[in-house]
Each structure stands twice: as C-alpha cells, then as structure tokens.
C-alpha cells in the first residue's frame, strides 16, 4: 500500500505561480512511477505530468507543457508540481497518482494509488 497526500494548492491570480507537493508513505516510494492528474469543474480527470522513478523521463499534457515542471524527491518521499504562468483554464482538483511501471503514462487507469486531491483556483 502507498498512500499519498497532496498540499500546497490554492487561489492564485492568473501568471501566478503555485507549487505542489505530495508526501506519500507505506511502501517504497521510489520504486514508482509518479503523475499529476486534474480533474476541472464539470470535466472529466485529464493527465498532467508523469516521472520515472528515478526522475530521468518525464512526460507532459500539451497545455501546460513550458509551464509546469514535474520532480521528485525519492530521499523525502515526495513528488511535486511546479505551475507557472498559470491560466484560468488551470483551475481544477489536482491529484498525484502512482504506478509501478513507466508505461501509458497519460491512462488513469493503469494508476494504483491516489490522492485525496488538493483544489487550485486561477481568477483572471
């Protein structure tokens, strides 16, 4: 088992910035691959970014792609997510999610572990 848990989300201006961060603790947490999924109000979950486990491939949605940086601190137990830049249409749930193997990233479904979802609100 992995549990995950996400901070740091909030009400931001839009071409603010925002970080992310999600602590995970039960099993070894570097041996994962990790991810950020949102899910906007009304809409279905969509991917964001993906991470090897050890940081070395990384993987992006094209509308936040050059805005938003995915990392990992395997020695802190902890994934986080860098917004810049950010839009309105950035406005959503946010959840990180973790798997074993570094395949179809972009599919929530082949994700074992989740998030309880941390809220980012982007005013124009």
């Known amino acids: 088992q992995v549990q995950l848990v996400e901070s740091g989300g909030g009400l931001v201006q839009a071409g603010g910035s925002l970080r992310l961060s999600c602590v995970a603790s039960g099993r070894t947490f570097s041996i994962y691959t990790m991810a950020w999924f949102r899910q906007p109000p009304g809409k279905e979950r969509e991917f964001v970014a993906a991470i090897s486990w050890r940081g070395t491939s990384t993987d992006y949605a094209d509308s936040v792609k050059g805005r938003f940086t995915i990392s990992r601190d395997n020695a802190k137990n902890t994934l986080y997510l860098q917004m810049n830049s950010l839009k309105s249409d950035d406005t959503a749930v946010y959840y990180c999610?973790?798997?074993?193997?570094?395949?179809?990233?972009?599919?929530?479904?082949?994700?074992?572990?989740w998030g309880q979802g941390t809220q980012v609100t982007v005013s124009s």
């Open positions: 999610a973790a798997r074993r193997s570094y395949v179809d990233v972009r599919d929530n479904r082949g994700y074992d572990y």
